[in-house]
């Protein structure tokens, strides 16, 4: 059982930057993949930004050139950092690994929200 434990979530004015991060429980070269998605109230959730082993991302067209994926291979973490961030960023944002052994984990979200 992998366990997700996300932080850096808050409240930040427009504008301004967060950094979140994903802990693994274990070697995150024992994910096929690790992303971050964001579900805002009434909407349904979205994938921003993956990575996967080799190192390969891909982020949500409408965060590119605000938002980036990075992972600390000896931390076993993986940031998503935001910057320039609007009002819509408002969401839970939650972490997300696809394990090598097919299962999927996830964390306990975390809430950012912009204020306008």
């Known amino acids: 059982q992998v366990q997700l434990v996300e932080s850096g979530g808050g409240l930040v004015q427009a504008g301004g930057s967060l950094r979140l991060s994903c802990a693994a429980s274990e070697s995150i070269f024992s994910m096929n993949s690790m992303g971050w998605y964001r579900q805002a109230p009434g909407k349904q959730r979205e994938l921003v930004a993956t990575?996967?082993?080799?190192?390969?991302?891909y982020i949500k067209d409408s965060v590119k050139g605000r938002f980036t994926i990075s992972r600390d291979n000896a931390k076993n973490t993986v940031y998503l950092q935001m910057n320039s961030l609007k009002s819509e960023d408002t969401a839970v944002y939650s972490c997300a690994a696809n394990h090598v052994g097919g299962r999927e984990y996830w964390g306990q979200g975390t809430q950012v929200t912009v204020s306008s």
């Open positions: 990575i996967s082993s080799g190192g390969r991302t």
